[in-house]
């Protein structure tokens, strides 16, 4: 089975600061790897994905992750945060192994980014 | 403009009632999924349906049912036998396949007193 940890359940940040989420995961398999943001009572958006190829993967509203094989490591980064990145993130990750289902996501418990004027 | 649509966005109903939550997407996926979100615990999968009339229980389903009568449409049911019913519930589509991305509705949140 898969599993991803967001060691980080809130992080609090200065606007303007650099901020990075950190995700780890455990996997026997090859893994595909996405960071979601969710906005209060809204739905999941897509910030960005690893499937293959570069390590270093951009995505949208300025956040940019890298995948680390070696650390099984997929943390988010953003070098200047502003106040409406505020919002909750979830890293997850889908494989040939993913959870009880073979087609959903296993998602972390979420990273709140509070960001401090 | 193509998107998932889930209704209503807040529902409320008594202990011991069934209760269906509407899901409908109009992106042409073949996958769609049921997701349950709790505070601190991020998601997790009920059901998913990777193609009409068939789905499979995702990791719990205990106390859900669903149905895939319709490409475009996902209902999820929540019967008296699920213990601890109020969450927030997230439908999601794909066109399939693991290194697609999945795509969100805006989710209904359920109270049950």
């Known amino acids: 089975a898969q599993s991803v940890t967001q060691l980080d359940s809130q992080v609090p940040v200065f606007e303007e600061a650099p901020v990075e989420l950190r995700c780890n995961y455990s996997?026997?398999?090859?893994?595909?790897l996405f960071w979601y943001v969710q906005y209060p009572n809204q739905g999941l958006q897509l910030l960005l994905k690893?499937?293959?190829?570069?390590?270093l993967v951009k995505g949208i509203n300025g956040f940019e992750a890298e995948f680390n094989k070696s650390q099984t490591s997929f943390h988010l980064r953003k070098p200047s945060v502003h106040i409406s990145d505020t919002a909750e993130y979830f890293c997850?990750?889908?494989?040939?192994?993913?959870?009880?289902?073979?087609?959903?996501?296993?998602f972390g418990k979420g990273t709140h980014l509070i960001i401090q004027p | 403009d193509g998107g998932i649509t889930q209704s209503p966005k807040y529902l409320f109903r008594k202990e011991g009632q069934n209760v269906t939550l509407s899901c409908e997407q109009n992106?042409?996926?073949?996958?769609m999924y049921w997701y349950r979100q709790d505070p601190g615990q991020g998601l997790r999968l009920i059901y998913y349906?990777?193609?009409?009339?068939?789905?499979q229980k995702g990791d719990i389903a205990e106390g859900y049912s669903v149905s895939r009568e319709k490409k475009e449409s996902f209902p999820l049911t929540v019967t008296s036998a699920q213990k601890n019913p109020t969450a927030f519930y997230l439908c999601?589509?794909?066109?399939?396949?693991?290194?697609?991305?999945?795509?969100f509705g805006p989710g209904t949140r359920l109270t049950v007193t």
């Open positions: 349906s990777q193609i009409v009339n068939d789905f």
């Open positions: 997850a990750v889908s494989g040939a192994v993913s959870g009880g289902g073979a087609d959903g996501l296993t």
């Open positions: 690893y499937l293959s190829g570069s390590t």
């Open positions: 992106l042409n996926h073949d996958a």
């Open positions: 996997s026997s398999v090859s893994v595909y």
């Open positions: 999601a589509s794909s066109i399939g396949g693991r290194h697609y991305e999945q795509y």
